[in-house]
C-alpha cells in the first residue's frame, strides 16, 4: 500500500484513501476508494472498504454506488454487462 498515492486514512497505516482512476475508469472522475490491509495467518492482502463520491457521501458497496450513480444521472433502463436490462 505504500506504493500507492493518496493518503492515509489511519495513524497504524490500515487504511488509505485513493483516487478510484488510479484502478481503471468505472468511476467518474473524483471518486475515491478507503482501501484496507487485512492479515490473517501470514497472509496480506488489500480490499475495498468504502467508496468516496467528489462531495464526501461514503457507500460500503457497488450495488450502492450503482445505484446512487443511476439515480445521480437519471439512467432508466441501463444495460448490465450481461445484456439484461435493469
Not at 487485512?38 to 464526501?56: Q, V
Not at 458497496?61 to 439484461?84: A, M, T, W, Y
Amino acid at each position: 500500500m505504500r506504493e500507492l498515492g493518496g493518503q492515509w486514512g489511519s495513524r497504524r497505516k490500515k487504511r488509505k484513501i485513493v483516487d478510484a482512476n488510479e484502478f481503471g475508469d468505472a468511476l467518474p472522475v473524483g471518486w475515491k476508494l478507503l482501501l484496507g490491509l487485512k492479515r490473517k495467518e501470514g497472509r496480506a492482502w488489500i480490499y475495498c472498504r468504502r467508496f468516496i463520491s467528489p462531495t464526501g457521501q461514503q457507500f460500503l458497496s457497488c450495488k450502492e454506488v450503482s445505484s446512487f450513480l443511476h439515480s445521480f444521472f437519471g439512467f432508466n433502463n441501463v444495460r448490465q454487462p450481461d445484456g439484461r436490462g435493469v
